[in-house]
C-alpha cells in the first residue's frame, strides 16, 4: 500500500483533501508512511526542512481529515513544518523543484494555493492571524467555518504569540489552537513554558487560566487520536487548545538519532558532493575568532534566539556554557536583555539571522541605541540567502542600522576582515556595533592598501590625474567589483575599487576620493533604499563633490527564492552587470553612447 501511495504522490495531480477524507485507517498507515518516504527522498535531494516535517505527518492528515480547507483557514506557524500540508494539497508533483528558482517554496506561498493563507516564515505570528480571522467571522456572522492555527518548533517561546493569546483567551471567539510540542525549535526548546507542557497537568492549568479550553496531550502520531481532539474541538464555542506531543524526525532514523536539531534542516544532497574551498564558512569564522577573544575576556557573553548552533555557537555553549543564553524565539527579549547586560559591564555579542534582527527594531533603536549600549550585533545571512525566499533575505538590515544614531556598521569582505571588525567591535567600541555577512563559503581574502582609513583594492585612491571610474565595494561584494575592474581596464578605462569596511558612518574619505574620478558606483547586496548607496550619494552631497555617481543594489521589492548567484545575477550584482553600468554612466558623463561591444 506504501508503494501504492507514493506512486500517487508522483502523479500530475499528487492527493487532495478529498482523498484524504475518503481513506480507511489501513490506507492512512500506507499514506503516512509513503509520505516520509517522499519527504526523505526529496527533500535530501534538493535541500529544506526536514526534522519538522517527518514530526506533523499524522497531525496533518488528521487536521484535514477534521477540518475543510480552504473554507476552514488552517495557518501554519512556523510556515517550514507544511510540507506534508503541501503534499496535501495537490503539491506533491511540485517537490522535485522544492526551493530551486521558479520552483515551489519551502514555505507557505499564497501564490501557489488557495490552502495557503499567509507566507508566515517568521515565528510567533499564526496565532495573531488566527485571532484577526476570528474577528473577522464576527463581524460578517460567519458562524459555520473554523479558524485553526498550527503551533510548533518553539513558535509558542515568542512573545508575539503570547500577546495574541491575551486576546484570544479574552475575546471568546472560536479559535482552534493546535500546539504541535516536539520541544524543539532549532535546539530543544527552553524555558518556563516548556517545562510546564511537560508536566502531567500544567498545560492544562497554563492556558485554563488564559481562556482557552484544554484538549491533551494528544498522541501526536495517533490520528484517530488525533481526530477525537479535534472534533471535541470544533464544539467548543469559544478559544481551545489542542496539546500534540510528537517527535521531530519521525521515522527517520538519522534525524531521530540527531540530538543537536533532529535534521531541521539539511543542505541539498547535490552541495554534499561539491568540493570544500578550505577556507570554511562566514559562521565558522566568526565562531572561531569568537572563540579566541572570549578566552582571555570573561566579560564577553553571547545571546542567541532558539538559533545556537545555525549561528555559530556550540563551541562556545560548550566551552563556557554559563556564558551563553538562549531566550528562544524572542528576539525583542533578546535586545533588550542584552543592552542590560551592557549596562552592567559585560560585552554582549548578539548573532542573529539579519532577517530576524527586523523584528528587534524598536528594541534596537531606543533601548540599545538610545543608551549607548555597546552590544555587538552579528548579522548572519545577510543580503540574498537563496533557497528560503523572500522572508529570509537579509536585505534589509544596512537600512534599518543606519537609522540607529551611535550605531557603527561593519561589512567585511572575507575572513580576515571580519576577524578585524569582531576584534574592533569588543575592543575598542564604546557604543552599538553590527557586522554583516552572508551565508555560505569564505571568498580568498583580499589584499588592499590602506588610504585615509579606507582599503585600496584596486588602483589609485588620489591618483595625479583623474582616473575615469570609483567603485565602492560593499562587503562580500568586493570580488564582484575587481571582476568589474578587470574588465573595464582591458577597454582602456581606468579604475579604482575600495573598501570602506566600516560602512555607517561612511568615512569621509570616499567621497573625497569620488572627486578625484569621472564617475562612481557604489555597490551592496542591500536594499537600494536606504542603504550604504544613499549614505555615499549623501556624503557626495554634503562635501560639494559634483561626480556622478549611481548605486547599485538589490531593488526594493520582495525577491523570490533561488541560488545566491542567479538571483544577484538577475539584480545587475555581478561583476559584468556591474561593469555596463560603469561603463553607461562614464559614457553618459562625456556624452557618448556605449560602444556596441558593452553588455
Excluded at 561539491?274 to 566579560?299: H, I, K, M, Y
Aim: glycine share 10%; with cysteine.
Amino acid at each position: 500500500m506504501k508503494d501504492l501511495f507514493e506512486a500517487r504522490l508522483r502523479e500530475a495531480d499528487g492527493v487532495n483533501p478529498a482523498d484524504v477524507k475518503a481513506l480507511s485507517r489501513p490506507e492512512l498507515f500506507g499514506l503516512a508512511d509513503a509520505i516520509r518516504a517522499f519527504l526523505v527522498e526529496n527533500v535530501v535531494a534538493s535541500g529544506g526542512h526536514l526534522g519538522s516535517n517527518l514530526g506533523v505527518v499524522e497531525l496533518t492528515l488528521a487536521l484535514h481529515r477534521s477540518f475543510s480547507s480552504p473554507a476552514d483557514r488552517i495557518i501554519w506557524d512556523t510556515g517550514h513544518q507544511a510540507y506534508v500540508h503541501k503534499m496535501l494539497t495537490g503539491r506533491s508533483p511540485d517537490f522535485v523543484r522544492l526551493r530551486r528558482a521558479g520552483g515551489m517554496s519551502g514555505y507557505p506561498s499564497r501564490k501557489e494555493s488557495e490552502h495557503d493563507l499567509v507566507e508566515n516564515s517568521h515565528a510567533s505570528t499564526a496565532l495573531s492571524y488566527a485571532d484577526g480571522f476570528a474577528k473577522a467571522n464576527v463581524v460578517r456572522h460567519v458562524e459555520d467555518r473554523h479558524v485553526v492555527a498550527v503551533l510548533g518548533d518553539g513558535s509558542l517561546t515568542g512573545g508575539m504569540a503570547w500577546e495574541a493569546l491575551n486576546n484570544i483567551g479574552d475575546g471568546r471567539r472560536r479559535v482552534i489552537v493546535v500546539l504541535n510540542d516536539n520541544g524543539c525549535s532549532y535546539s530543544p526548546t527552553i524555558g518556563a513554558v516548556s517545562r510546564r507542557l511537560n508536566e502531567s497537568t500544567g498545560g492544562s492549568g497554563l492556558f485554563e487560566q488564559l481562556g482557552l479550553r484544554y484538549e491533551g496531550p494528544v498522541d501526536g502520531h495517533d490520528v484517530a487520536a488525533l481526530e477525537q481532539a479535534f472534533e471535541r474541538a470544533k464544539t467548543v464555542n469559544g478559544p481551545v487548545l489542542v496539546h500534540c506531543r510528537t517527535v521531530k524526525g519521525r521515522g527517520y532514523p538519522p534525524a531521530e538519532a540527531d540530538l543537536v536539531d533532529h535534521h531541521h534542516a539539511v543542505p541539498p544532497q547535490r552541495a554534499k558532493s561539491a568540493p570544500a574551498s578550505g577556507r570554511g564558512t562566514w559562521t565558522g569564522a566568526f565562531a572561531d575568532e569568537l572563540l579566541e577573544l572570549a578566552e582571555d575576556r570573561p566579560d564577553i557573553v553571547a545571546v542567541t534566539a532558539a538559533m545556537m548552533h545555525p549561528v555559530g555557537l556550540g563551541a562556545f555553549a560548550e566551552r563556557h556554557p554559563e556564558r551563553v543564553f538562549d531566550v528562544g524565539l524572542a528576539e525583542q527579549h533578546a535586545v533588550t536583555s542584552s543592552a542590560a547586560m551592557a549596562m552592567a559591564g559585560l560585552r554582549p555579542v548578539v548573532p542573529i539571522y539579519s532577517t530576524f534582527l527586523n523584528r528587534a527594531f524598536d528594541q534596537l533603536l531606543l533601548d540599545c541605541g538610545l543608551h549607548d549600549c555597546p552590544v555587538t550585533f552579528v548579522l548572519d545571512r545577510s543580503g540574498i540567502t537563496g533557497e528560503d525566499g523572500p522572508s529570509h533575505h537579509g536585505m534589509w538590515d544596512l537600512s534599518l542600522l543606519r537609522i540607529v544614531p551611535n550605531m557603527r556598521i561593519s561589512a567585511p569582505r572575507d575572513g580576515a576582515t571580519l576577524r578585524q571588525a569582531l576584534r574592533h567591535c569588543l575592543e575598542t567600541a564604546t557604543g552599538p556595533t553590527a557586522l554583516r555577512f552572508p551565508k555560505g563559503q569564505l571568498p580568498e581574502d583580499l589584499e588592499a592598501t590602506v588610504c585615509d582609513g579606507v582599503d585600496v583594492l584596486h588602483g589609485e585612491a588620489h591618483p595625479s590625474a583623474p582616473r575615469d571610474v570609483l567603485i565602492v565595494a560593499v562587503g562580500v561584494m568586493a570580488s564582484e567589483c575587481l571582476s568589474a575592474a578587470e574588465e573595464l581596464e582591458t577597454e582602456g578605462i581606468t579604475v579604482t575599487v575600495v573598501d570602506p569596511k566600516w560602512v555607517h558612518p561612511l568615512p569621509p574619505a570616499v567621497a573625497a576620493m569620488a572627486a578625484d574620478h569621472r564617475v562612481a558606483v557604489s555597490v551592496e547586496d542591500n536594499s537600494r533604499t536606504g542603504g550604504v548607496g544613499t549614505a555615499f550619494l549623501q556624503s557626495l552631497s554634503d562635501q560639494r563633490v559634483t561626480t556622478p555617481a549611481r548605486t547599485l543594489a538589490i531593488e526594493a521589492a520582495f525577491q523570490p527564492h533561488g541560488s545566491r548567484q542567479a538571483l544577484l545575477a538577475g539584480l545587475g550584482l555581478t561583476g559584468s552587470s556591474i561593469a555596463d553600468a560603469a561603463r553607461a554612466l562614464l559614457c553618459w558623463h562625456v556624452g557618448e553612447q556605449p560602444s556596441s561591444t558593452g553588455r
